[in-house]
T-cell receptor, first 111, second 114 residues
Framework: QKEVEQNSGPLSVPEGAIASLNCTYS??????FFWYRQYSGKSPELIMS????GDKEDGRFTAQLNKASQYVSLLIRDSQPSDSATYLC???????????FGSGTKLNVKP | NAGVTQTPKFRILKIGQSMTLQCTQD?????MYWYRQDPGMGLKLIYY???????DKGEVPNGYNVSRSTTEDFPLRLELAAPSQTSVYFC?????????????FGNGTRLTVT
């Protein structure tokens, strides 16, 4: 069983603050890592992907990967109420063609 | 470009009935997946396919069947529906399995079994 763990939350932050979302995974062979945002009643949409150790920035979003610690995180700067959603961490071992998902962290951004 | 299309959007089944959830993609992706998502939970892989004629089980395959006769279509069959199959079902596709390509999701099918 390939496990992906996330704190279910809810994580509440005030508007304009930094939201930090964390994810750990058990499969050391994992090679690709993805963050999806899912609004209530909607399908997941890709926010960011990361494959190498370190940070990757895209606008207000920064993904961080530490393969030695089996840890991936997502930082959201200048959080907006529209960022309120559930954030899913997905991990893929490219040898097995399968994506494994965490249970998601619910983020509430308060105006 | 339609992407991944799922039908129906909603369905209510009685216990013991059968149905097929349809999924089609127009991106010429080889890899296709079926996930289910229970309330407040993440996505669990039911079945996946790496190309036409090839399917394999995921984490929770019991009670389901799939087929992949074309690159575009990947239907999910529920035989003898049970209340435990009440869930939201997502079909997804990816252009490759050995690279870093993400999943592209359909809009989901919300199924209730009563």
């Amino acid at each position: 069983q390939k496990e992906v763990e996330q704190n279910s939350g809810p994580l509440s932050v005030p508007e304009g603050a930094i939201a930090s979302l964390n994810c750990t995974y058990s499969d050391r062979g994992s090679q690709s890592f993805f963050w999806y945002r899912q609004y209530s009643g909607k399908s997941p949409e890709l926010i960011m992907s990361i494959y190498s150790n370190g940070d990757k920035e895209d606008g207000r979003f920064t993904a961080q990967l530490n393969k030695a610690s089996q840890y991936v995180s997502l930082l959201i700067r200048d959080s907006q109420p529209s960022d309120s959603a559930t954030y899913l961490c997905a991990v893929k071992n490219n040898n097995f063609n399968k994506f494994y998902f965490g249970s998601g962290t619910k983020l509430n951004v308060k105006p | 470009n339609a992407g991944v299309t799922q039908t129906p959007k909603f369905r209510i089944l009685k216990i013991g009935q059968s149905m097929t959830l349809q999924c089609t993609q127009d991106m010429n992706h080889n890899y296709m997946y079926w996930y289910r998502q229970d309330p407040g939970m993440g996505l669990k892989l039911i079945y996946y396919s790496v190309g036409a004629g090839i399917t394999d089980k995921g984490e929770v395959p019991n009670g389901y069947n799939v087929s992949r006769s074309t690159t575009e279509d990947f239907p999910l069959r529920l035989e003898l529906a049970a209340p435990s199959q009440t869930s939201v079902y997502f079909c997804a596709s990816s252009p490759e399995g050995f690279g870093n390509s993400p999943l592209h999701f359909g809009n989901g099918t919300r199924l209730t079994v009563t």
